[in-house]
């Protein structure tokens, strides 16, 4: 197959000429953590919302080994669909290119090459991070290891529930990212509104959103990424008292199977799915689509006017 190559979608590169906001998104939620055929419609609503709220999406993802930079709808179509769609973290990438993968983006592969790309915003649904048996298993998600060093805004409703929140929340803050609630102090807990903790910062609109981008990019260096929570109104979320029984079966099933590895947050998500009657997924939608729509008015906010870059738009 040979080298390591970025296709841009003809969308992003419109968008880019034209000095328009793109809003990065990942494809390992649509073909790894939602289950089929839901995955490939939430998938078109999440570009839809991130162009309703005035952006251009760029989904990523590889297909034939190449990382295409905004996905064309048949290649959505493609990795929401077919068996073997291998979920790539951002040590795949070159092995996955090299040999010719089709591939699913995790947030941190997302993340990386979207900052490479140029974007600095993007949206996914929960990060991911410590996981609870983490003390022996040493499981911690790659997303944060490249947040440390990858300078992007990363809107999600904290990190997901399955995990150890705490310990993540300490490891983002040796890492040295920033992390902030959207108009709260509290942390959010992915599936549920309050993730237990709280954070030192709290930002209140896209505007705020776009000022720390400006000021993130003037201090130049030991600049990672911006955790962005934005919770889930307290009337949207998932039961608490069904999420931590289903979450409590999950575990045990983990155990029992011996799932481990990149494995887990697949096996976790979908027993969520399968075991609430289709309520975990709902939550999950309404999550992804909130923070798609915020990332494209805090896209839209830090992008300058085209005017002011010397383009024309089209009418
Ligand atoms: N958020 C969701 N669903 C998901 C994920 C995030 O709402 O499926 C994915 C992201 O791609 C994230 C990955 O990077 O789960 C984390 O996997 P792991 O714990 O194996 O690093
Ligand atoms: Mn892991």
């Known amino acids: 197959m040979g080298r390591f190559t970025i296709r841009y979608g003809d969308h992003v590169t419109r968008a880019r000429r034209d000095g328009r906001p793109v809003v990065a998104l990942e494809s390992t939620i649509v073909s790894h953590g939602l289950p089929r055929p839901d995955n490939l419609r939430v998938a078109r609503e999440i570009e839809q919302t991130v162009r309703d709220n005035g952006a251009v999406p760029a989904t990523i993802g590889m297909i034939g080994g190449q990382v295409v930079v905004g996905l064309e709808d048949p290649q959505i179509e493609h990795l929401a669909g077919a068996d073997g769609v291998a979920k790539l ?84 803050e040796t890492l040295g990212v920033s992390v902030a609630g959207y108009g709260t102090y509290r942390f959010p807990g992915f599936f549920v509104t309050d993730g237990g903790f709280d954070v030192d910062w709290k930002l209140d609109s896209p505007a705020q959103v776009a000022d720390v981008i400006a000021a993130r990019a003037d201090q130049g260096v030991g600049a990672g990424a911006l955790v962005l929570g934005n919770p889930l109104p307290a009337d949207e979320q998932l039961d608490p008292e069904l999420h931590d029984r289903t979450l409590a079966e999950g575990l045990e099933l983990l155990a029992r199977d011996g799932i481990t590895g990149k494995a887990v947050t697949p096996f976790l998500l979908a027993h969520f799915h399968g075991s609430t009657q289709g309520k975990s997924l709902e939550v999950n939608v309404r999550i992804i689509l909130r923070n798609a729509a915020l990332a494209a008015q805090i896209a839209a906010a830090a992008t300058p006017a085209p005017a002011a870059l010397g383009f024309a738009l089209p009418a």
Do not use: M, Q, Y
């Open 89 to 172: 973290s951002v040590r795949d990438l070159a092995v996955a290119a090299a040999t010719g993968a089709d591939g699913a983006t995790t947030v941190a592969a997302t993340s990386a090459i979207a900052a490479a790309a140029g974007i600095g915003v993007f949206a996914t649904g929960g990060l991911g991070g410590v996981h609870r048996e983490a003390n022996t298993t040493f499981d911690e998600s790659n997303d944060l290891t490249t947040l440390a060093r990858t300078p992007i805004v990363v809107v999600c409703a904290g990190v997901k529930s399955i995990l150890d929140v705490g310990a993540t929340l300490e490891r983002l």
